[in-house]
């Protein structure tokens, strides 16, 4: 079993940045795919950022597109979301999750660890 642990949400204004970090368990996580999803009070859970075994591979959802970076340090069992340029409809709670293979898919369906997760509030 993996935990998903994420940390780094909290209030910024508009324009800002944040990092948000999730910290698994386990020895096995640097075999799984990892991915950012998000979700708005009265809104579907939404795709962010996902990214493969190796950081090599990297997907972004068109809202967050040249403005958040997914990175991962498998050394530390982390995986990170640098969020750049922070619009007020980045507010959401943010979940980390895992895929118990190699490479990442954007549906959250596909995933079988969930954090969590942590709320971002942005501010005008």
């Known amino acids: 079993q993996v935990q998903l642990v994420e940390s780094g949400g909290g209030l910024v204004q508009a324009g800002g940045s944040l990092r948000l970090s999730c910290a698994a368990s386990?020895?096995?996580?640097?075999?799984?795919?990892m991915a950012w999803f998000r979700q708005a009070p009265g809104k579907e859970r939404e795709f962010v950022a996902a990214?493969?075994?190796?950081?090599?591979?990297?997907a972004y959802g068109d809202s967050v597109k040249g403005r958040f970076t997914i990175s991962r340090d498998n050394a530390k069992n982390t995986v990170y979301l640098q969020m750049n340029s922070v619009k007020l409809e980045d507010t959401a709670v943010y979940y980390c999750?895992?895929?118990?293979?190699?490479?990442?898919?954007?549906?959250?369906?596909?995933?079988?660890?969930w954090g969590q997760g942590t709320q971002v509030t942005v501010s005008s």
């Open positions: 999750a895992g895929r118990r293979t190699t490479e990442m898919v954007t549906t959250a369906g596909g995933y079988d660890y």
């Open positions: 386990g020895r096995t996580f640097s075999t799984y795919a």
């Open positions: 990214i493969n075994w190796s950081g090599g591979i990297t």
